[in-house]
C-alpha cells in the first residue's frame, strides 16, 4: 500500500497541565515556551523527525487553539508530507456520538481510524511535556531485536528520586516483571519515561478490550500496560542515559530551562545532526545595548537588551530595559522588563509587562523561611504596575 | 488613492551592481549578500514587495547565483509559494532568446515570456542595493495618479563623491518632473539620486524593450532615462526614509554599524512589515561566564565567550575565551580563537580566525577575509 508507514506517533498532548497554573490557563502545556526560542512539544516533534518518523497524530483537547496555530501544517518540523506529516487530532463527533477523550488510551482508541490509514506495525507513544533528544528509531530497533508486544523506555534515576516516577521491575534480561507507580519504598530505580512503542496488533487489541470495560479509567500506565502484562505479553524496558525531564510543574519547568545553561547538563541544542526545530517568529538579530550585561545566559530573536542578565533564559521579542536586572529567571515572548525592575528566580509569561522598579520573586538565600521561597510565576498577558511586588513562590494571573 | 496591488508584478535585479562590492559578490550575487546578522540583502526588496501586496516576483539573475537559489529556496519563507502567482527565478538562457544580458535592457528581454505571461498591469521594478523597508502603495498611487509613463524613486540629500560616483542623478523641475539624467557623475553636494527602483505600467516596459532591442540600446540608464527624459513623462518620488545604499565594501560596512544605533533598527524592523528571510533553526545565543557584550547585533546559534563591542555577529558565529571583537562584521559561521583580537574586519562565512592573532583593520577601510578562510 502506498500510504504504508511502518511506525506512526501519537503524541498526548490533551492534557490540561494544572501543575503550571497561570502558565497553562490560556494555552496546552505542549505550547508552553522553553529554552528561549522553543515550545515543550519541539522537542518530541523533532525528535520524530531526526528519527525518520515522518507521520504523528497530535491528540489535542485542553485550549487547543495556540497548539493548533503553532504546529500548523508542520512545516517547520518537515512534517508537510505527501504521504504523513504531522496532524491535530482533537475529539471530533461520530454516528454513534461524542465524546471528551476520558483518558489516554481511549485518545488513541478513538483515532484507531487515523492509525489505520497508514497500516503501520508499530505504534510510538509520546507525552508532551517532557524535554530530552533520543532516537526513536533505535528504541523501535530494540523493540523488533526483543520481538516484544511493548517496549517502554527508562530511565535508571537516583534511588533517593525514585519514588517520583513510575518504577519498573525488570529480570535480569530487561523484561518487565512488576511495575508500581510512586512506590514509598522503590523495588528498583528504572522510571518510566512516559514513552512506549506498541506492535499496533496487539495494542488494537487490548485498546478495544479496555474501551468495552465500562469501570476501566482508559489510560496506559492504569490500564493497558498492566492488562498486558496480566496476560502473559512480552514487556521490555528500553535503558535511555541521555539527559530527560518531565517540565510537569512550575519547579520542574525552572529547573530545566537552567539546565540548558549548566554546562555539566548533558542536552546539547547545537548540534547540526540532531536539530530542535521551531517556528521561527520572523524579528531581526538581538541587539545588545552600550549599558547591558549578559553572562550565563541564552538569549534569542528579536530581544532588545539594556539591563543586566544573568542565569537566565530570554524569548524572543523581550525587551529588558537600562538598569533593569533579570537573575536565574525566565523570560517569555513579548515581555518586557521596565527601567529598573528586579526579576529573581522568577517565570514571566508571554506579553507580561513588568513595571518599572517592580520587584518580582527573590534569591533564596534572602529568604529567612526556606518553605516561603520558591519560583515565582506571572501568567500570560499580565501587567505588573511600576513599583510593585510580587513575593517569591506567589502566582499571578490577573494585573497588580 | 486606493491602489489594487494584486495587479503588480514584482521584478528583482539580483546581480546588477555586482562590482561595486566585488570582494563580497565573489562567490555570489549581490541578492545574497549576507546583512545585518540574518539577511541577505534580496530579503529587503523581497520582503518590501510582499508586505506591499504584491504576490508575483520575478528574480533576474545572470551568474553566480547557487547561494541565491539556495537562500530563496522555494520562497515560503516570504510567503511567496504560490498557485497563482509566486516567486520565479529567472536565470539566463531560461529560452531560446534569453542570453547572458550587457544591461538592464537585454535582462529584461531575457525575462520577456515571464513578463509577457504575467496579467499584471503594473509592474515594480528593483535592485539589491538599497536596504530599507519601503512601502510601493504610495508610489504606485503617485504613478497613477500622475499619469507618468516611468516613476523613478529617489532620494534628495547631500552627498559626498563617493557615495555618488555610482549613482544616476536627476535634475527636476518642481512638479517632480525629471529634466536631466546624469549617470555615475563625479559629483558631489545636494543632489537627487535614483534609489534604482521604478515603477511604470506593463505595457510601457514590454514595448520599452521590444523597441530598445531593435534599436541595439542596452541600458536603461542611458538609452531610456538620458535620452528620452524630454520625450517622457519621467516622475521622481522622493523617498525620505530610512535607508542605506550599498555602494562599496566601506558602504557595506557602515550600512551594518548604522543599525546598531536603536533608532535606525526601529525603522527598518516595522513589526508591521516585517523582513523575512531563510530560516536555519539555530539554537538561541549562549552567552558564557565571563563574556562581555556591548552595542552589538547577534543573531542566532552564536556562542559567545569572550568580549564583543559595536559588532554585527551573524548566525553560528563563535567568540572563545579571552577573544575580543570590537567594530567587526563576522558573517555565518566565523570563529574567533581564544585570545584572538580583531577589529574592524569583516569575515565572509566560514572564516576561521586561529587563537592569539590580532587583526586591525581601518576605520575608512575595514579589512575583508574570504569565505573559509583559515588565518
Not at chain 2, 555615475?184 to 534604482?196: K, R, V, W, Y
Request: with cysteine; net charge negative.
Amino acid at each position: 500500500m502506498f500510504n504504508k508507514k511502518e511506525c506512526v506517533a501519537m503524541l498526548l498532548a490533551g492534557g490540561q497541565g494544572s501543575r503550571l497554573y497561570a502558565l497553562t490557563q490560556t494555552i496546552a502545556k505542549p505550547a508552553v515556551p522553553f529554552g528561549a526560542k522553543y515550545r515543550i512539544i519541539d522537542f518530541p516533534l523533532s525528535n520524530c523527525i531526526n528519527s525518520g518518523i515522518d507521520t504523528v497524530g497530535v491528540l489535542t483537547q485542553y485550549q487547543p487553539m495556540a497548539l493548533n496555530e503553532y504546529i500548523g501544517n508542520g512545516q517547520p518540523w518537515d512534517l508537510d508530507r505527501v504521504h504523513g506529516g504531522v496532524f491535530v487530532l482533537p475529539p471530533y463527533q461520530k454516528a454513534s456520538g461524542a465524546d471528551w477523550y476520558s483518558g489516554t488510551a481511549n485518545s488513541i482508541y478513538q483515532n484507531m481510524a487515523f492509525i489505520e490509514r497508514y497500516d503501520p506495525e508499530y505504534v510510538l507513544v509520546l507525552s508532551g511535556d517532557h524535554i530530552y533528544k533520543m532516537d526513536y528509531n533505535k528504541m523501535l530497533a530494540y523493540h523488533k531485536a526483543k520481538n516484544a508486544d511493548a517496549t517502554i523506555a527508562v530511565l535508571d534515576v537516583p534511588k533517593e528520586e525514585a519514588s517520583r516516577f513510575g518504577i519498573m521491575i525488570t529480570d535480569e534480561d530487561d523484561n518487565i516483571i512488576d511495575f508500581e507507580e510512586k512506590p514509598k519504598v522503590p523495588r528498583s530505580t528504572l522510571a518510566s519515561m512516559g514513552i512506549y512503542i506498541f506492535t499496533w496488533s496487539k495494542l488494537k487489541a487490548y485498546l478495544i478490550a479496555n474501551e468495552n470495560d465500562k469501570d476501566a479509567s482508559k489510560d496506559f500506565g492504569k490500564n493497558i500496560i498492566p492488562d498486558m502484562k496480566n496476560a502473559g505479553e512480552k514487556l521490555v524496558a528500553y535503558r535511555f542515559d541521555g539527559y530527560w525531564k518531565d517540565v510537569g510543574t512550575i519547579d520542574s519547568l525552572w529547573e530545566a530551562n537552567m539546565d540548558l545553561i549548566n554546562p555539566n547538563i548533558p542536552i546539547d541544542l547545537y548540534d547540526p545532526a540532531w536539530k530542535i526545530y521551531s517556528r521561527n517568529p520572523v524579528l531581526p538579530p538581538q541587539y545588545i545595548g552600550s549599558d547591558a550585561m549578559v553572562q550565563n545566559s541564552m538569549v534569542t530573536e528579536g530581544c532588545i537588551i539594556d539591563g543586566s542578565i544573568e542565569f537566565s533564559m530570554i524569548s524572543d521579542g523581550v525587551v529588558v530595559e537600562e538598569g533593569a536586572v533579570v537573575c536565574d529567571s525566565i523570560l517569555m515572548p513579548g515581555c518586557v522588563v521596565k527601567k529598573g525592575a528586579k526579576v529573581e528566580y522568577a517565570i514571566v509569561g508571554e506579553n507580561s509587562v513588568i513595571g518599572e522598579n517592580a520587584h518580582i520573586g527573590a534569591r533564596p538565600e534572602h529568604i529567612e523561611d526556606k518553605d516561603t521561597w520558591g519560583v515565582a510565576v506571572v501568567g500570560h498577558n499580565i501587567n505588573i504596575s511600576d513599583g510593585s511586588v510580587v513575593a517569591p513562590k506567589a502566582i499571578i494571573s490577573s494585573d497588580m | 488613492m486606493d491602489v489594487n496591488m494584486g495587479n503588480v508584478l514584482g521584478l528583482i535585479f539580483a546581480n546588477m551592481h555586482d562590482g561595486s562590492v566585488a570582494e563580497l559578490t565573489k562567490n555570489r550575487t549581490m541578492g545574497s549578500i549576507l546583512f545585518g546578522g540574518r539577511y541577505r540583502l534580496i530579503d529587503f526588496p523581497l520582503s518590501n514587495m510582499v508586505n506591499s501586496g504584491i504576490s508575483e516576483v520575478g528574480v533576474i539573475t545572470k551568474s553566480n547565483y547557487q547561494s541565491l537559489l539556495d537562500h530563496l529556496g522555494s520562497a515560503r519563507e516570504w510567503d511567496l509559494s504560490r498557485k497563482k502567482g509566486g516567486l520565479y527565478i529567472l536565470p539566463p538562457f531560461g529560452n531560446v532568446e534569453s542570453k547572458l544580458y550587457r544591461g538592464r535592457i537585454e535582462a529584461l528581454y531575457g525575462a520577456m515570456s515571464f513578463i509577457k505571461h504575467s496579467m499584471a498591469e503594473y509592474v515594480v521594478l528593483s535592485d539589491c542595493d538599497i536596504v530599507t523597508n519601503m512601502d510601493f502603495k504610495p508610489i504606485l498611487s503617485q504613478h497613477i495618479a500622475d499619469g507618468a509613463d516611468i516613476t523613478m524613486v529617489t532620494h534628495t540629500g547631500v552627498y559626498t563623491s563617493d557615495d555618488i560616483k555610482h549613482s544616476t542623478v536627476v535634475n527636476t523641475d518642481d512638479e517632480g518632473n525629471v529634466k536631466s539624467v546624469l549617470i555615475q557623475p563625479d559629483l558631489s553636494g545636494t543632489c537627487t539620486a535614483s534609489l534604482n527602483i521604478f515603477v511604470m505600467s506593463k505595457k510601457f516596459l514590454t514595448d520599452m524593450i521590444l523597441d530598445s532591442i531593435a534599436r541595439g540600446n542596452i541600458s536603461f540608464e542611458k538609452d531610456i532615462l538620458q535620452a528620452k527624459c524630454s520625450e517622457l513623462n519621467i516622475k521622481t518620488f522622493e523617498y525620505s526614509n530610512y535607508f542605506s545604499k550599498i555602494t562599496s565594501v566601506a558602504s557595506y560596512f557602515k550600512a551594518n554599524q548604522e543599525l546598531l544605533k536603536l533608532e535606525n533598527a526601529r525603522k527598518l524592523y516595522l513589526p508591521k512589515r516585517p523582513i523575512y528571510t531563510k530560516v536555519s533553526d539555530n539554537a538561541p545565543v549562549k552567552y558564557d561566564l565571563d563574556c562581555c557584550v556591548k552595542n552589538s547585533l547577534i543573531a542566532d546559534g552564536c556562542v559567545i565567550e569572550g568580549e564583543v563591542e559595536n559588532s554585527v555577529l551573524f548566525r553560528g558565529v563563535k567568540v572563545g575565551k579571552g577573544a575580543k571583537v570590537k567594530d567587526c562584521i563576522l558573517m555565518q559561521g566565523t570563529a574567533v580563537g581564544d585570545n584572538s583580537e580583531v577589529s574592524y574586519l569583516i569575515t565572509d562565512k566560514n572564516v576561521n580566525i586561529g587563537v592569539n592573532h590580532i587583526l586591525t583593520g581601518a576605520p575608512s577601510y575595514p579589512m575583508y577575509i574570504g569565505k573559509g578562510a583559515s588565518v
